[in-house]
């Protein structure tokens, strides 16, 4: 599964290169990642026995600056899929124009096993073995799938232990007492909102109150159910691991976190009722589809069956390239992960600075500098794909790839050697 989905990140990278002028020595060193490292992450569980987890951290590129991306807990982590997860980072750093290149890190855990306290030592330890090669100035990480601002937080604390002084900039998205910036927690899905926004009338026409279903309710799927709710659209189905729940006269959204916050799921949902089969929400006829929980939800086996007029990933990764094809030939429009989920990142940005700064911004200062980012960016791409006459994927892709050629040609030696260097 994830070496075909580090073969589709390549898929996705030489289908751009025949769209941008971006030059063959560029192109050879996005081909792998810098720096890739294996850990073993010892941990003493409450019953005394030691178990030893298998963690990673993958630096990408840093050609446009420090490596930047989240720290994954799932049973299905290997190296492949944080490289890949890796390399989407660095488009999407490069896409926002942000000072960044592209890192991942992950533990092969199901963390839902694990008691709060074996979490901790977990989160501790895994900082503890990849010490020397995170850094303020080297990579940067922060929260992704099932780890949150309070495992960020142990995560900084340990790191300055290690280094025997306070350093809140190895972290992003860490609780705001410990330096965490306001509107972290929800920038994913706040940027996710910009983007539909600005995108609207070629996503939903002129209709008035688009009907929503969104894959995964957990940081990035529920805070966004709640934001198109509250902006006047019909979220109609949401998902977890556990259930779907459905009403095509819309949810209360309100209602169904309550659920999943007392209960841990959406099962035996409040309102609503539940799909026999979670995935057959995918197929819904709906506006807008949402995937919005893991990689390759929607694939050459079920694109043929979506219904939805347009698909938002906010989840990286959920399209495949083969389903893309698939979607294009529907007349389905896709907007791009690198472009719909980089809110997060974003205001992962602001933080560092914050932190550099020692400053904290207001709340309103963030989401107003957050919104105008995500609209130029958004802007940016719909323009290419206008020019270019190609999918917003693509657009996306020739934007990104073209400031990171530029980075690249500007480091590199080869000016010494062609005609017109002397
Ligand atoms: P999370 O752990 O908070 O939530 C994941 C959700 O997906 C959970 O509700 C889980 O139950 C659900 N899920 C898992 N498998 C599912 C399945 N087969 N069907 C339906 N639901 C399923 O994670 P998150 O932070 O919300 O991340 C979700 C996605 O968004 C990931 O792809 C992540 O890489 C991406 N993303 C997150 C951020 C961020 O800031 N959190 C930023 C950018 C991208």
């Known amino acids: 599964m994830s070496d075909d989905l580090l073969s589709d990140a390549g898929r996705r990278l030489e289908a751009a290169c025949a769209l941008s002028h971006v030059s063959d020595e560029a192109l050879a060193r996005l081909r792998q990642p810098a720096a890739s490292l294996k850990v073993s992450i010892p941990v003493r569980m409450d019953d005394g026995s030691l178990r030893i987890f298998a963690g990673y951290r993958v630096r990408y590129d840093s050609t446009r600056g420090p490596a930047k991306g989240g720290i994954r807990y799932h049973p299905r982590v290997d190296v492949d899929e944080i490289t890949t ?21 992950g533990v092969t855990v199901d963390p839902k096993g694990l008691s709060m306290a074996e979490l901790e030592r977990l989160s501790r330890g895994y900082v503890a073995a990849v010490a020397d090669s995170i850094g303020p100035d080297v990579d940067i990480p922060a929260p992704d799938v099932a780890t949150n601002e309070l495992v960020m937080g142990w995560m900084a604390d340990e790191y300055g232990k290690i280094r025997r002084q306070a350093v809140p900039t190895v972290i992003t998205g860490k609780p705001l007492a410990l330096g965490g910036s306001h509107g972290r927690a929800t920038a994913t899905s706040d940027g996710a909102f910009h983007v539909i926004d600005t995108l609207r009338s070629s996503l939903v026409g002129d209709r008035e109150e688009p009907s929503v279903a969104i894959q995964g309710f957990g940081n990035a799927g529920a805070n966004l159910a709640s934001s198109l709710s509250d902006q006047g659209y019909r979220v109609v189905a949401v998902s977890d691991s556990s259930a779907a729940v459905h009403d095509a006269d819309g949810l209360e959204v309100s209602a169904l976190r309550d659920h999943k916050d007392e209960t841990g799921s959406l099962a035996d949902p409040p309102v609503g009722r539940e799909l026999s ?17 893991l990689e390759g939800a929607i694939h050459d086996g079920n694109a043929g069956h979506v219904q939805a007029g347009a698909v938002v990933e906010v989840a990286n990764g959920p399209v495949t390239s083969a389903a893309d094809e698939i979607l294009d030939e529907l ?88 005609d017109g260097g002397g």
Not at 98 to 105: D, M, Q, Y
Not at 277 to 282: A, G, K, V
């Open 85 to 105: 997860l890796a390399f989407w980072m660095t488009f999407k750093t490069a896409l926002m124009d942000l000072p960044f290149g592209g890192g991942k890190g």
């Open 277 to 293: 089969q979670p995935d057959d929400l995918l197929e819904l006829e709906v506006d807008l589809l949402i995937p919005a929980a």
């Open 331 to 418: 007349g389905v429009v896709v907007v791009p992960d690198i472009l719909a989920n980089a809110g997060g990142v974003t205001a992962s940005w602001f933080e560092w600075i914050q932190n550099r700064q020692g400053d904290r911004w207001e709340a309103e200062v963030v989401a107003k500098r957050l919104r105008k980012r995500m609209v130029r960016e958004t802007r940016a791409v719909a323009r290419v794909a206008e020019e270019r006459d190609v999918p917003l994927r693509s657009a996306a892709y020739v934007v990104a790839l073209e400031r990171l050629g530029a980075a690249m040609d500007a480091t590199g030696t080869s000016a010494i050697f062609s």
